[in-house]
Nanobody, 115 residues
């Protein structure tokens, strides 16, 4: 049974940092492309960052230079380091693991950026 579990969300002031983690189980983690999505209140879910199975990162323009995606295949974990957070980064953040034949979502973790 595949499962993705996010953690690390919370309340942070503008300019602050958070690191999200997503631990996977039940899948051959190393062969999956991993992504972080976010869904702000009242808006659609959108792609934030991608890391391929060979470790190539890709970012949405809105987070370039502030967010870093990384993976540790030995720990079945993908991370999202978020720096210089802004109020517009407030959202539920979801991790997503995919390969051509299947895909899985985590349950989400809330990030609130507010003073």
């Amino acid at each position: 049974q595949a499962q993705l579990v996010e953690s690390g969300g919370g309340l942070v002031q503008p300019g602050g940092s958070l690191r999200l983690s997503c631990v996977a189980s039940g899948i051959n983690f190393g062969i999956y492309t991993l992504k972080w999505y976010r869904q702000p209140p009242g808006k659609q879910r959108g792609l934030v960052a991608t890391i391929t199975s060979v470790g190539t990162p890709i970012y949405a323009d809105s987070v370039k230079g502030r967010f870093t995606i990384s993976r540790d295949n030995a720990k079945n974990t993908v991370y999202l380091q978020m720096n210089s957070l802004k109020s517009e980064d407030t959202a539920v953040y979801y991790c997503y693991a995919s390969r051509p034949t299947e895909a899985y979502w985590g349950q989400g973790t809330q990030v609130t950026v507010s003073s």
